[in-house]
């Protein structure tokens, strides 16, 4: 029902329905939060939202109080002012003061309030205290000293991703998150979506950065260092370089890998594509002897360690590829190097992608092969940036070049896979291919496009009908294999992406990214996919080619002992 208010003088049209804070936002009127996540249920727990409601004693939470007819509003009265003014000051008390040396210095909340707040100086004494940093794990870090009790990610972890791997523990001064127990993260329920890092407003959870690592590698002789594009990084940075926004940037980005010292750089599409295409194979033939279905998608590494976590009864469903990133990791130290006459040791290979579970992925047991991984080094979106910065690299200087033969060629189906509902596309059109020998006519399936968490869509594929299912976000995960447990037996395929929206948000990708540049990066994949040519993954050329020399055909032997593997159950010790 809308109703008119007062804000600030001046009336303004309101729905009831919407929160105060959700109405002055629609008006052009920002307001600070710090405990607050779009789509969740509002806790009012930081108080930064407060304004004054004339005929209310007690100052009122933007986030969790509606608008009634008549309402008058002070958004930032001196009274609203002073209160946030002295949060922001009690949670600076309670901080360290290193911003200088902090990995959010520059695009951190809290230092943004006191700044807008005019924060100058230290009213209150210092009670901070350094606490230990979690270095465990192999793609987050948390540092507790950097915590501000906002809950975000406790909320996003539980209600977004169903892993509750953090929790508030304590009470009074002494609340804290941690996980279970206080131990390391390495031993948690933590699948390393990420997902934690985006919503944090401060430095209190980063991933574990590998730059130093590469560094080294560029500059030892001995090293043949060779990158590999995710296809989701290369639509993700129009922002930072202020390009028209949505643009694909895989020119520019293997431009400025050739000038800080990269030998090759690849484009991980070319793997996209023969993971389509191998699990188009998969997925007909137990289509075809009623096998083991539904087959569940395994490109994303955060959904594998759920399930092996929370759900391994299904993980014999679970296609047994690997994902693009180790596909190219494994062609790159068991053929390549072959046929360039390279010891697969002298080899630095990296990784640079949306997702910080790569980084977990790329250390599992399954990925190295004679004591040598696959893939050495991952290099999140976020990361990629402050290592252009570190070796004085502008993108805007820049003259577009090709990535590197063999691994060069994608079709655009690859390039859609970056977005939830794109890789089971993708794989739809190479099914069409497999049963019909021929190419789908309506290579658009609207039905599996948009950014929702979930999506079904039924193919008719000559007298078949061949249902598929999409999920983003563990949440949705969780309740589609409770409909499986409880006897839904209809679907086939399951395409399951840990990060809402698929890797498009994934939890590497810059902070900040809203739903606004959500869009545009799903926009712009689309765009690819509608103008180029080769929107099948079995059209590419190289993919033809590196079957003809190496792997033989789809499903065979040889597909099967270098880029097939197999999952097994993992313990949560807490």
Not at 96 to 114: H, I, S
Not at 174 to 192: K, L, Y
Not at 286 to 307: G, H, M, T, V
Not at 331 to 356: A, F, G, K, Q
Request: neutral net charge.
């Amino acid at each position: 029902m809308e109703i008119k208010i007062k804000v600030n003088n001046t009336t303004i049209k309101a729905e009831t329905d919407r929160t105060i804070l959700q109405v002055l936002r629609d008006n052009g009127i920002n307001i600070p939060t710090l405990c607050q996540i779009d789509g969740f249920t509002p806790t009012g727990a930081c108080r930064m939202c407060v304004v004054e409601i004339e005929g209310e004693k007690k100052l009122k939470t933007a986030c969790s109080t509606f608008p009634v007819d008549g309402m008058n509003i002070k958004t930032h009265s001196s009274r609203v002012i002073h209160t946030r003014k002295k949060i922001t000051e009690l949670l600076l008390a309670d901080h360290p003061d290193d911003c200088l040396y902090c990995q959010r210095n520059g695009n951190c909340e809290l230092q943004k309030l006191a700044e807008v707040l005019h924060v100058r100086e230290r009213t209150l004494p210092a009670r901070s205290s350094r606490k230990k940093r979690d270095m465990s794990g192999a793609s987050i870090i948390r540092d507790p000293s950097k915590c501000i009790l906002c809950g975000r990610c406790v909320r996003t972890c539980e209600e977004l991703q169903a892993c509750s791997t953090l929790e508030f523990a304590n009470r009074g001064d002494d609340t804290a998150i941690h996980t279970t127990f206080n131990q390391g993260i390495n031993v948690s329920s933590c699948i390393n979506c990420g997902q934690c890092i985006m919503v944090c407003p401060t430095g209190a959870l980063h991933e574990k950065n590998h730059l130093t690592g590469i560094q080294d590698a560029l500059n030892n002789p001995d090293k043949k260092v060779i990158a590999q594009i995710d296809p989701g990084l290369t639509v993700s940075l129009s922002r930072t370089y202020d390009f028209k926004s949505g643009k694909d940037l895989i020119g520019l980005v293997v431009a400025a890998l050739k000038k800080t010292g990269f030998n090759l750089v690849f484009d991980t599409g070319f793997a996209s594509d023969l993971h389509i295409l191998e699990e188009a194979t998969i997925l007909k033939d137990k289509i075809d002897n009623q096998e083991k279905l539904p087959l569940f998608s395994s490109d994303c590494p955060a959904w594998i360690k759920y399930a092996e976590q929370f759900n391994p009864e299904i993980l014999e469903k679970i296609s047994p590829c690997k994902s693009p990133q180790q596909i190219t990791g494994t062609l790159l130290n068991r053929y390549w190097s072959e046929h360039n006459d390279i010891n697969p040791e002298n080899i630095y290979s990296v990784s640079i992608t949306p997702c910080t579970a790569r980084k977990f992925e790329a250390q599992r047991d399954e990925m190295t092969y004679r004591g040598v991984s696959s893939v050495d080094a991952v290099m999140t979106t976020r990361e990629f940036i402050e290592f252009l910065n570190i070796n004085g690299i502008d993108m805007l200087q820049m003259e577009e070049q090709e990535p590197d033969a063999p691994f060069n060629s994608r079709s655009s189906a690859a390039k859609i896979t970056a977005v939830s509902g794109g890789g089971s596309e993708a794989l739809l059109r190479t099914l069409y291919y497999l049963y019909e020998n021929d190419n789908i006519e309506n290579f658009k399936i609207k039905q599996l496009r948009g950014l929702k968490s979930r999506k079904e869509y039924s193919a008719k594929i000559g007298k078949r009908i061949i249902n598929f299912a999409v999920v983003s976000g563990q949440t949705e995960a969780k309740k589609i294999l409770h409909e499986i447990r409880n006897g839904r037996d209809d679907l086939h395929y399951i395409e399951v992406m840990s990060c809402k929206n698929g890797c498009i948000g994934g939890g590497g990708q810059p902070i900040g990214s809203d739903e606004k540049y959500l869009k545009l990066r799903y926009k712009t994949l689309y765009d690819m996919d509608s103008k180029e040519s080769i929107k099948e993954s079995y059209k590419n050329p190289g993919i033809k080619r590196l079957y003809q020399n190496l792997l033989t055909e789809p499903g065979s032997e040889k597909i099967k002992e270098l880029l097939y593997t197999n999952y097994t159950k993992r313990d949560i010790y807490l």
